[in-house]
């Protein structure tokens, strides 16, 4: 009977100490990904700070070394993009002065492993896409805002990192409105959206280039 006693012990024991070890396993793990997000998120608010400027029409594209890339034409605007990205939406599209233009305000631009996506809007004016919205599966995980600016001629700069709540994804965007107060402001919103850091790192410099690429049509 003793011996019996002594044999369940150690086995609670046992057990009690690997669920002790698998819990410790867990919260480190956790860790890791919340730093791992929290660097990311620091990173592009970095790249996206360093980056807000007045974009022209007449303003030379950036010349990009490593990827091959193909213009996308929206009803406004124009970006490059890497030449092996899937684009959507492609359809409705008109033709003007011969160059074919897909009719839309925003468009999204997935990596062909869909490990990451590209996300632009810019309409001619203003606007707010659904895209700087947080669904019912996502939650926020950092969020900076800066104004500057006169009265009624504002700029307004807002960063957000969300990620799924299931951990299949993170996404950021960068949401510029100019001109605020006045009847016609000017809104702009750059997003990434990746699945982890080794996607968002592999893709980083495609996103700048991306980025930087973007020229806005004039009415």
């Known amino acids: ?9 150690i086995i609670l024991s046992t057990l009690m100490f690997q669920v002790a070890c698998q819990n410790q396993i867990d919260t480190q793990v956790n860790e890791i990904q919340n730093q791992d997000l929290e660097e990311i998120s620091q990173d592009i608010n970095i790249i996206e700070t360093a980056e807000i400027a007045d974009i022209e029409i007449s303003e030379p594209v950036p010349e990009l070394v490593e990827t091959e890339t193909k213009l996308y034409r929206g009803s406004w605007f124009d970006v490059q993009i890497p030449s092996n990205f899937i684009a ?24 062909p492993d869909n490990s990451i996506e590209f996300f632009v809007f810019s309409p001619l004016w203003a606007g707010d896409p659904s895209y700087i919205s947080i669904s019912e599966t996502e939650e926020l995980v950092s969020e900076k805002t800066d104004e500057s600016g006169p009265e009624n001629q504002k700029i307004v700069v807002v960063w957000k990192t969300i990620k799924a709540k299931d951990g299949s994804y993170t996404r950021s965007f960068v949401s510029t409105k100019e001109n605020v107060g006045e009847g016609l402001g000017l809104h702009h919103v750059f997003g990434i959206k990746y699945k982890d850091s080794n996607s968002y790192d592999k893709y980083k410099d495609d996103y700048i280039f991306f980025k930087e690429s973007l020229r806005q049509y004039a009415d």
């Open 1 to 9: 009977m003793k011996k019996t006693l002594i044999l369940t012990s």
């Open 88 to 111: 959507n939406p492609t359809t409705p599209t008109t033709v003007y002065n011969a160059e074919e233009y897909i009719q839309t305000d925003e468009a999204r631009f997935s990596s």
